[in-house]
């Protein structure tokens, strides 16, 4: 009972906005002034303390466990890069940001973790319909050309809620998948629009070909997805620049600082340079990581979540990569488009993770991913 009070008290905290975390800052970890990013600004707040307490009191499940086996390895191995950088520029810049948001998030994440899969199931579904309400009433109020969940950028917020929106596709909920689209063209998040594009065309045509007798409100419902569909597939083919895209004569920095292939390109080819002078991974840190990318030219971090992890945690980023295309390839039909997504963003998604509420959204899929193992591999 007090474990599911105490899960209350999470929610509230997840939906706080950075500014409640800024009242109680310990010490603030500044990114680099020439990106202006307000997300990357991280507070080390005092709110953080009685709930790693909490956690540290609580007996730990077999997910809790592990995560905290990984970020103790993360640990050592940074140690023993700082031996082997000794009177690099880590010496002097070393930022823990990353510890703080993961401690941060695994904390939270261990008080809500139950071996009861409903209670889990239960809690990721109301946060993330809370979350998508937040973005509707921030678009209501605000009328911004980009909406994000509280405390988290754009392009998280686009990926959370497009998992979120294939999981009730696959479970058979499609009016939430559809609520969650719409908040998925709020966010603006391209990467993750045209990745939409594709899920949904899969899911129509599975729907339609797997319905023996077509219900009106079947029809209906097929029939304004695919209104949606387009009207959606419009807005995001207007939004693309693409004489950016073909003018290869353009000045390469103005072209590196935005979101577009070509900035995706240089800033992958900019990380493997980063590998080389890096071959281990830096540290931790994400800030320290922009600072790497900057020296080597380019304004911000590599647009690939696995190249940013690599940077920030070495090997360890090839075994999450090892994980998830073990999951993919032993995934049943039914789940496979959740692995699906999860390999592709990995690989080309954007790699921004520095917030402690991004950190409990991934451990609390990895989460519900475990308590389903039996569901979701096929067993032989």
Known sequence: MKKYLLSYFVLIILLMPNNFFSIFSLYVFNSPPEIKYEWLIVDFSAVFLPFLAIFLLLKKNYTTKKLLILISIICFLDIIKLMFYENSFLISNFNFELYYGYLFGLSLFGIIDSKKISIKKEFYETLMILNIVSIFLFSLIYSPTRANIINMDFNSSGFFILFFMIYNLIEGKQKIALISFIAL?????????????????????????????????????NVIFVIVFFAFSIFVFNTIDLSRLLNFTSNISSISEDSSIIGRILSIVTSFEAIKMFPFGVNFSFIDQQIVMQNLGYPTFPHSYFLSFYLVSGLVSIYFLYVITKYLLKSTKKWKPLFILIFIYFLIGDGLFVNFKIFFMLFLIIGLINDRKEEILVTK
Not at 193 to 213: A, E, R
């Open 185 to 221: 063209i709020l966010t603006g998040s391209r990467i993750n629009l045209v990745l939409s594009l594709f899920f949904i065309c899969f899911f129509l045509f599975k729907n339609i070909l797997n319905t023996k007798m077509f219900s009106q409100r079947k029809i209906l419902f």
